[in-house]
Nanobody
């Protein structure tokens, strides 16, 4: 069974940094692209970042490009999201997800089929 578990959320001030982690199990991790997505209050889910299975390519939404960095450790079956220069607009529940059983990377939130339970990030001004 594919399992994804996020951690690392919290309450921070504008300009601060935070690192989210996602521990996975139940599938051959290095074969699968992974993504971070988020949902702000009263809004739909939004693509944030994605990384290919080998970790040789990354993709970002325009709203986080240059501030967020996605990475993965295939020896630990985990992905990370380093978030710098956080802004109040980054306040959301952050989810890691994949497109099981599809292994390809995507920036389309609707293609993601397996999601973690999410971790809350709150940025105050």
């Amino acid at each position: 069974q594919v399992r994804l578990q996020e951690s690392g959320g919290g309450w921070v001030q504008s300009g601060d940094s935070l690192v989210l982690s996602c521990q996975t199990s139940g599938f051959t991790f290095s074969h699968y692209a992974m993504g971070w997505l988020r949902q702000a209050p009263r809004q739909g889910r939004e693509f944030v970042a994605a990384i290919t299975g080998p970790g040789d390519a990354t993709y970002y939404s325009d709203s986080v490009k240059g501030r967020f960095t996605i990475s993965r450790d295939n020896t630990k079956s985990a992905i990370y999201l380093k978030m710098d220069d956080l802004k109040p607009d980054d306040t959301a529940t952050y989810y890691c997800a994949n497109r099981w059983p599809n292994q390809e990377v995507s920036s389309n939130v609707h293609y993601y089929t397996v999601w973690g339970r999410g971790t809350q990030v709150t940025v105050s001004s």
